[in-house]
């Protein structure tokens, strides 16, 4: 089982619709949609390459072409994966979207992209109204939703889809296409567009394959949001690529309603994020009892490091190991990770996929030996790695050195070739695998009138990896209150996304800077941990 190239032909949305249906797996299940609500419906391989058809010959009649930039702003549901892959057929470029993102993350992200066209839904148009004057370039609002029109650029997906023809083949579509474009965090500065080619699917195709070990007869779920490249890179194309059933639950996390979804549906193979297993391992041990898990053969992690205390207990409560992976937005796909067939060093990332060369290397360029920690450095061409950030040239090219990707993670490899994650060479904050900008929140922070200065940390946290701690100094005039508490973390909220959310607040009489006036988050960071600061000669009097 194999990810077929047919005639050079490298369309992501093609290989994953229509040439699984050439290869006989038109009638196959490609998904089981189950809602929030527990409706359970099955989409087979012709389902998905009819739907997704449509919605190209929908897009292509509105004046779109190949290399415009189209976005989902949607949670979890069957359309996200029809307009996905539809709009990948006709060579578009699509980019996801968070739905709990707010006003400022929104005109981010489809500003610098110049996007012509959104798919929503009704309950997020108040969103986009509020910005839809900041949004020159956006043509097209197409909700899911409605039944009819509401106006002649606010469309209904519904309506259009009813007069849409389903007679569209992928133009021939050269490897070096653009595809899929996620947006990822600064430490210093907006979000950066990280756009992909469609010769991505063959490393996607071949992770899925050889680490997460997916066979033609597995049920995989993948439950990872879409706004995520793991949930675009495995909650999509990597398993369709090969002609996988997936189960896709629109529903949030629920212990209980977890395990029956993964006995119920005899899911085999099962990938997850390391919060979410932190929190089953939190549960009662008696809510285990009495499940039948004998279906499951794998599970595996993604999005922050795993706790080896969380391997023990999967081992103990599931009678299963967890297998860690590693990867970037930037990389496209699985990059180092522990496996099936590799003895898993609890802790550990694991040692490099084939096609990978990881290596460490000092500040000054020297490669490292085992035992000592430097930056983790990928060597460069792998299939799905990342072709730009989009309008950034200057930053692109300043993350390759003599042929490395400079991943911004420190790490340490040991004598026999598995990766230790250490941390972060920038400020960036992992919170439950989201990867959120310091700086997003503290600009955000500062739109409130009561806040003079903000400063914005990641803290450890036994839960979320690591929290978000905000540092405010308020005007003169003002005094903290718990209504001002509830203010700020609503303001972040509507203003970058509910995941940016602060999970402490602390009221400081100043913000620790350079003499430059740069924020020195690892004074803050020290101050908070009860550490040393350490040098500390260029901050401001």
């Known amino acids: 089982m194999t990810c077929i190239i047919v005639h050079e032909q490298y369309n992501i949305g093609h290989i994953c619709t229509r040439l699984q249906c050439e290869r006989g797996l038109g009638a196959k299940t490609a998904f089981r949609w189950i809602s929030a609500h527990q409706e359970r419906v099955d989409y087979s391989f012709a389902d998905l390459d009819r739907e997704s058809s449509k919605f190209s010959t929908i897009l292509r009649s509105l004046g779109f072409a190949r290399g415009d930039i189209l976005f989902t702003f949607l949670p979890k549901i069957p359309e996200q994966f029809f307009c996905f892959l539809g709009a990948l057929k006709l060579q578009a470029i699509c980019g996801t979207l968070f739905s709990s993102f707010g006003d400022e993350a929104i005109v981010d992200r489809l500003g610098d992209a110049g996007a012509k066209g959104l798919v929503t839904k009704k309950s997020l148009l108040k969103k986009i109204a509020r910005v839809r004057g900041q949004l020159p370039q956006l043509k097209y609002i197409i909700v899911v939703d409605i039944e009819e029109h509401i106006s002649d650029d606010v469309l209904s997906y519904p309506a259009l889809m009813r007069k849409a023809s389903s007679d569209f083949t992928a133009p021939l579509t050269a490897p070096d296409t653009p595809s ?45 949001d879409q706004g995520w490249v ?65 279906s499951l053969r794998h599970i595996f992690s993604v999005g922050e490091p795993l706790n080896p205390e969380v391997i023990s207990w999967a081992r103990a409560t599931l009678g299963k190991s967890i297998y860690d992976t590693w990867f970037q937005t930037e990389t496209g796909g699985i990059m180092i990770s522990n496996r099936p067939g590799l003895e898993i060093r609890p802790g550990s990332m694991g040692k490099p996929v084939n096609g990978i060369e990881a290596a460490i290397i000092a500040d000054n360029g020297e490669v490292l030996g085992s035992g000592r920690q430097g930056a983790l450095c990928l060597k460069s061409g792998w299939p799905s790695m990342f ?27 040991d004598s026999d070739g598995y990766y230790w994650f250490k941390g972060r060479s920038d400020d960036i904050i992992n919170t439950a695998g989201h990867l959120i900008s310091p700086f997003e929140i503290e600009s955000a922070l500062l739109e409130v009138e009561e806040v003079a200065e903000a400063g914005v940390i990641g803290a450890p946290d036994a839960l979320l990896f690591e929290k978000v701690v905000a540092f405010v100094c308020l005007h003169k005039q003002y005094d903290w209150s718990k209504e001002l508490e509830v203010k700020i973390r609503l303001y972040v909220s509507n203003k970058v996304s509910s995941m940016a959310t602060p999970q402490e607040i602390a009221i400081v009489d100043s913000i620790p800077k350079n003499k430059s006036g740069k924020i020195m988050r690892r004074v803050l960071r020290a101050r908070y941990l009860g550490q040393d600061a350490g040098d500390i000669s260029t901050m401001e009097d």
């Not at 947006?183 to 071949?206: A, C, E, I, M, N």
């Not at 996988?244 to 977890?258: E, M, N, R």
Request: net charge positive; glycine share 10%; proline share 2%.
């Open 180 to 224: 899929v474009l996620h947006y990822t965090s600064g430490s210093t500065g907006k979000p950066k567009g990280v756009l992909h080619v469609h010769r991505s699917v063959l490393h996607q195709s071949r992770t899925a394959r050889e680490v997460l070990q997916l066979t033609g007869s597995d049920i995989f779920w993948c439950t990872a």
């Open 387 to 413: 072709i730009s950030y989009l309008n950034n040239d200057t930053i692109y090219n300043q993350k390759f050195h003599h042929e490395y990707y400079h991943t911004g993670d420190t790490a340490v490899r």
């Open 230 to 294: 793991t949930g675009t890179a495995y909650g999509i194309i990597g398993p369709w690529s090969l002609g996988i059933t997936q189960v896709h639950y629109g529903g949030g996390y629920d212990a209980k309603l977890w395990l029956d979804l993964l006995e119920r549906e005899a899911v085999t193979v099962w990938y997850s994020a390391p919060t979410a297993l932190r929190m089953l391992m939190r549960e009662d041990a008696k809510l285990y009892m009495g499940y039948k898990l004998g």
